[in-house]
């Protein structure tokens, strides 16, 4: 039981560049998510699904795009990528689509991307 | 959905017992209070859950008044290896809480 991956590990790319942020999981959680973490700021929202084709925004979405076509994969896109996108994106999930009792957010290990 | 509010970093000496409180005014009827722990290069990991009074595991316990406007993680005897940051977080079945929305967390640290 693999949980949550990411893909990759680390990514540097020059400004305007687009990449995909790849994130699956195998526990057929019907929730997932994209987060941000820049130093001092916490986890901050990006995007999140409840189930295959559904996506919603979060607290930061310019920039990014997401589409969920399979319950276990949510790709995260940087269509133009900027230096303000430099940061660490963490995804996660839950069984369901809220939290409810026993039923916390799994993240993965997350991306480390530098945009120069 | 919930707010949360935490202190920014604590200190402690290995073997004390540690106790983190959250505060969360807006707190919603079925709204549960989750803890996740952080470690450098590391995603978050879940600690304990609990909607009301007191929850027990076999690393944390969790306190919750009966206004719920805050929640207490308590850490007994800390050790070097639970230096790491520690986030409330605040939802349930409501509106709005499919946005997962963490505070800055509580940066931990232990001191030998």
């Known amino acids: 039981n693999a949980g949550v991956t990411q893909t990759p590990k680390f990514q540097v790319l020059k400004t305007g560049q687009s990449m995909t942020l790849q994130c699956a999981q195998d526990?057929?959680?019907?929730?997932m998510s994209w987060y941000r973490q820049d130093p001092g700021m916490g986890l901050r929202l990006i995007h999140y699904?409840?189930?295959?084709?559904?996506?919603d925004q979060g607290e930061v979405p310019n920039g990014y795009n997401v589409s969920r076509s399979t319950t276990e994969d949510f790709p995260l896109r940087l269509l133009s990528a900027a230096p303000s996108q430099t940061s660490v994106y963490f995804c996660?999930?839950?069984?369901?689509?809220?939290?409810?009792?026993?039923?916390?957010?799994?993240f993965g290990n997350g991306t480390r991307l530098t945009v120069t | 959905l919930a707010k949360t509010t935490q202190p920014i970093s604590m200190d402690s000496y290995e073997g004390q017992e540690v106790n983190i409180t959250c505060s969360h005014n807006?707190?919603?009827?079925?709204?549960?209070i989750t803890w996740y722990q952080q470690f450098p290069s590391q995603g978050p990991r879940f600690i304990i859950q609990?909607?009301?009074t007191k929850v027990t595991n076999e690393v944390a316990s969790l306190f919750i008044p009966a206004d719920r406007k805050s929640s207490t993680l308590s850490l007994p005897r800390v050790s070097l290896s639970d230096t790491a940051v520690y986030y409330c977080?605040?939802?349930?079945?409501?509106?709005?809480?499919?946005?997962?929305?963490f505070g800055k967390g509580t940066k931990l640290s232990v001191i030998p």
């Open positions: 609990g909607y009301k």
């Open positions: 526990m057929n959680h019907e929730y």
């Open positions: 699904s409840v189930g295959a084709g559904i996506t």
């Open positions: 996660a999930s839950s069984y369901g689509g809220q939290i409810s009792y026993n039923s916390p957010l799994h």
């Open positions: 807006n707190i919603a009827t079925n709204d549960y």
């Open positions: 977080l605040v939802g349930g079945t409501g509106a709005g809480s499919y946005q997962l929305t």
